[in-house]
């Protein structure tokens, strides 16, 4: 079985500083690793994901997240926050095969961007 | 826009009732999540259809069931309703089954039991 756990329910920061929300999972199997955005009343988006390759990875709204396989981890950052980036975001995992193919999601954390 | 819809958009229903959710995938994509989100459990994986067979099982209770039909559209039953059901349900639809594919989700169904 997979989990994953994102250490902070609440990240308030002030517009134009920079942001890191924190992802850590756990699983026996090769990952693969997503971070989705939640806006108000909205279903969830994708941000980026991680597959395989260069451990960097950049996406959309100028988020980027670095996969570190010895800390099981897969932060997410952004260098300059806007109001606009005030969403819930969701770290998930999946495998190549077998029962952990579906995604297995964090609990969540919301980004609050303060003026 | 995700290009996939779910309807209703609110639902209110009592206990002991049976509601059906519906949802159309975006056009082309032949598999279909459904997934609830809850404040106490979050967001968790219920059931997965692709090209209208049953390809996975998450942690959907037996009063809960789902099809999807030859035009892909997909229905999520629930009966014998209980308040711990209210939720937001998500709909979430991808090309293929593969772990790597991006779902794109819809907007939601939010159930509310009294």
């Known amino acids: 079985a997979q989990s994953v756990t994102q250490l902070d329910s609440q990240v308030p920061v002030f517009e134009e500083a920079p942001v890191e929300l924190r992802c850590n999972y756990s699983?026996?199997?090769?990952?693969?690793l997503f971070w989705y955005v939640q806006y108000p009343n909205q279903g969830l988006q994708l941000l980026l994901k991680y597959l395989s390759g260069s451990t960097l990875v950049k996406g959309i709204n100028g988020f980027e997240a670095e996969f570190n396989k010895s800390q099981t981890s897969f932060h997410l950052r952004k260098p300059s926050v806007h109001i606009s980036d005030t969403a819930e975001y969701f770290c998930?995992?999946?495998?190549?095969?077998?029962?952990?193919?579906?995604?297995?999601f964090g609990s969540g954390t919301q980004l609050t961007v303060l003026p | 826009d995700s290009g996939v819809t779910q309807t209703p958009k609110h639902l209110i229903t009592a206990t002991g009732q049976r509601v059906t959710l519906r949802c159309s995938p975006r056009?082309?994509?032949?598999?279909v999540y459904w997934y609830q989100q809850s404040l106490d459990q979050g967001l968790q994986f219920l059931i997965q259809y692709y090209n209208g067979e049953e390809r996975a099982k998450g942690n959907i209770l037996e009063r809960f069931s789902a099809q999807q039909f030859p035009d892909l559209h997909s229905e999520l039953n629930l009966s014998s309703l209980e308040l711990g059901d209210s939720a937001l349900y998500f709909c979430?639809?991808?090309?293929?089954?593969?772990?790597?594919?991006?779902?794109?989700f819809g907007p939601g169904t939010r159930l509310t039991v009294l």
């Open positions: 056009s082309g994509d032949l598999s």
């Open positions: 699983s026996s199997v090769s990952v693969y």
């Open positions: 979430a639809s991808s090309v293929y089954t593969g772990a790597d594919n991006e779902q794109f």
């Open positions: 998930a995992v999946s495998a190549p095969s077998g029962s952990a193919r579906q995604l297995t």
